[in-house]
């Protein structure tokens, strides 16, 4: 790392492939030089030109838990006093803490592939530091940690960020980093556009905003971008698109429910957030819509119809006979998306694949798309280039897919 050169660290949230991709997609499309210096599956740390507006940063992203600026980069043959001595040093006060009064907050969360060091290491760490801060005057406060790190949640209810710091410890196969947090993701405005919403269909399945948040990201696009989902649901996708300042934004659905239920959900998020704009939401499905509409878009971001949840589908033959259906369903909508998009236009759609057993149904779909005129991007390295979230524990797991019009 030259002295030019500012390196971050990435705390990955549940799903840290597609955190990883949406990170990378974002930090393109601003236009930052960049480079992966170290990649698990809980932390991403990169090297940039210049330094990076954080907060700005951490506003846009959806898949990052804590983003925040490595200081000092330590051999793992120095001890620990050596670690002790510079956080008990003027670097405490000038580089790590924010002090705001007498009272300090104060954590340290601890990333490694293995737990060798953790359970000896911080909690000693944590009592000099402690012992430290008295002696200079401040009176120390602590979260309760069970674990090796500290939640978001923590971080923000305990004030680490504003009256004192998270400090941050990450050990690679050849160094331990030493970093502080500087933002939090919003988890209470993001649980708040899910559960405070006022229409929720689980029936029909809800994405969380999350998600949306990251698809939208994967574009790339701009936000002057003509944006579309055709499958609008309860208007998630388009509540995120406001937030992420598109201006043009149409919502589309055959149900006449879901698009009640997304008028509702949007009116209250322009009231909430105080927004100057909102989206077009029209009651038409997606054929429908690109033989009446004139006009054409830049993106479509959606996640369709998934089909019956677990109750509806009593053994493998009708999960199987249900997959078929909707490939039929998905291939038409791809069709009246060829319709609907401006050359170079991108889709990024979530495919179901179902679980029965030991068995995954995934769709056969992915190979037919570009015979309707578009192109595969990649999100993954893998055979489909997709990426896939959900656990085994889920019936229906979700497949992230992108492709351009040609």
Known sequence: MTKDTNRYFFVLGRYPDLSTKEIRSVLTKIGYFWSIFYHTNEILII????????????????GTVKIGVILKELSLTQTFDDIQEYLTSDALFTDILAIKNEKVA?????????????????PQLLRTIKEHLKIQGFKPHFPRQTTKTLSSASV???????????????????????????????????????????????????????????????????????????F?????????????????????????????????NIEWLIMEEKLTHKPEIVHSDVEELAKTTKKTFDLIVTEPYMGPNSKGLRNFDDMKKNKEELENLYLTSWKAFAKLLKKDGEVVMILPIFHYKNTYLKMDIIEKIPSLGFEHIALSEKRRKSLIIGNRYDFVLREIIHFRKI
Not at 47 to 62: H, P, Q, R, T, Y
């Open 156 to 230: 923000e209810k305990n004030n680490l960020l504003t009256t004192g710091a998270e400090v941050v410890l990450v050990e690679t196969k050849d160094a331990l980093l030493l970093g502080k947090t500087v933002s939090v993701q919003d988890f209470e405005l993001f649980s708040k556009r899910d559960y405070g919403r006022p229409v929720r269909d689980m029936e029909s399945g809800v994405m969380p905003p999350k998600l949306a948040r990251m698809m939208l990201n994967l574009s790339q696009k701009n936000i002057d971008a003509a944006l579309l989902d055709p």
């Open 47 to 62: 090297d940039m030109a210049g330094e990076v507006d954080v907060l700005s940063l951490n506003k846009i992203l959806g």
């Open 232 to 264: 609008c649901g309860s208007g998630t996708v388009l509540q995120e698109a406001l937030l992420l300042d598109f201006t043009d934004i149409t919502g589309a659905d055959k149900s006449e429910k879901a698009v009640s239920d997304t008028q509702q």
């Open 106 to 122: 104060f954590g340290i969360s601890y990333y490694s592939e293995n737990n060798s060091s953790y359970k000896i290491f911080v």
